[in-house]
């Protein structure tokens, strides 16, 4: 099994910090916990930042094209919608 490393490019501050807080929950009851728990605006940046870890997940092991253009359509929303 190989191991690919996930690189999410043009986050800011806050997204990182909301990446390296979901690296390290252990388990979907942490997961929902953690997410039920933020005020709206980062519980929606939160389950952008799991999209793009998961699509840049498939695009490693896939080698598909799918993945970064759902990051650009979901990184160019977030530029609309502040």
Not at 7 to 18: A, F, P
Not at 21 to 37: K, R, S, T
């Amino acid at each position: 099994m190989e191991i690919y490393m996930i690189e999410l490019e043009n986050l800011s501050d806050i997204q990182k910090s909301l990446c390296d807080i979901l690296w390290e929950l252990d388990d979907p009851d942490e997961l929902h916990a953690f997410l039920n728990g933020l005020p709206e605006r980062l519980r929606r940046d939160a389950e952008s930042m799991i999209q793009m870890m998961l699509l840049n997940s498939i695009d490693k092991t896939e080698d598909t094209k799918y993945a970064d253009e759902m990051l650009s359509k979901i990184l160019n929303k977030d530029k609309t919608t502040d």
